[in-house]
């Protein structure tokens, strides 16, 4: 679903003006309101009609300006290297397909991150670094 255009949001409000003011019109002229309640009503749903516009003009505004931000989160390498690392330690078979020289280089990668304390990983021995760990030196203690 798409959200409105501008031009779709002032014709839809021409519309319900046309639809108000023809029902105050009638209303006064068979003497349920009077005139000066009726031009005060036309000028509240004039107001209200103005408020919608306004606020469906700022949500298309923060819409535009989300989507963005997101598209530009999401093509960042960084948010492709957590998805892609996600996807391939979730399953298995993925992860047996990935070559060696590409696990190298994510494990020389993921050293090098500045917040990196321990990289556990089978190809400890082909990655000379004091963070970079074989599973079998490594002591997982569940709390």
């Known amino acids: 679903m798409n959200l409105p255009t501008a031009d779709q949001v002032k014709a839809f409000s021409r519309h319900v003006g046309t639809s ?23 000028t509240s749903l004039d107001q209200i009609g ?27 390498p960084l948010w492709q290297l957590l998805r892609g690392s996600k996807a391939v330690s979730a399953d298995p078979v993925l992860a047996s397909k990935v ?11 993921t050293d090098a991150l500045p917040t990196t304390v321990t990289v556990v990983s089978t190809l400890a021995k082909d990655v000379p670094s004091p963070s970079v760990q074989s599973p079998d030196d490594v002591k997982v203690v569940p709390k």
Request: aromatic letters at 4%.
């Open 20 to 42: 108000a003011a023809s029902i105050i019109g009638t209303l006064a002229a068979v003497k349920v309101i009077s005139g000066g309640d009726a031009a005060s009503l036309q």
């Open 99 to 109: 070559p060696e020289s590409t696990q190298k280089e994510m494990v020389k990668a």
């Open 50 to 76: 103005h408020g919608f516009a306004e606020i469906v003009t700022a949500v298309s505004a923060i819409a535009v300006t989300v989507s963005g931000a997101y598209a530009a989160i999401s093509a960042s």
